[in-house]
């Protein structure tokens, strides 16, 4: 199959348990999502992500695209400026980009970690 097809990602259910994520002394934000097999790309990850209110690092070492469906909060990486998101942006992060998450409401994105 060529094509992939996330139907109303949005709404998907269920979302499997991935854990939380959370600064030491902050209270947790609950991860959750789904993962897509691109054929003939395993080493691409992508999927649907979600994420409950929460401040954790980012600790994705490779570039990512993300689309947030729903949800609001901001990126600040390190040594630049806060970026703030809702749902209907799009980020594109370089590979090696660290900073602090804050969602400030249960966000949920496509993602394309490559």
Request: glycine share 10%.
């Amino acid at each position: 199959m060529k094509v992939q097809q996330i139907k109303q990602a949005v709404r998907l259910q269920p979302l499997e348990d991935w854990g939380t994520a959370a600064l030491p002394g902050t209270e947790p934000a609950r991860v959750s999502g789904r993962q897509y097999v691109i054929p003939g790309a395993e080493a691409v990850d992508a999927g649907v992500f979600e994420c409950s209110p929460g401040t954790y690092r980012r600790s994705v070492k490779q570039a990512e695209v993300m689309h947030f469906l729903t949800g609001a909060g901001s990126f600040t990486p390190d040594g630049e400026d806060t970026i703030h998101f809702t749902g209907g942006d799009t980020l594109f992060f370089e590979a090696n980009t660290e900073g602090l998450w804050e969602v400030n409401e249960t966000m949920r994105k496509i993602y394309v970690i490559f």
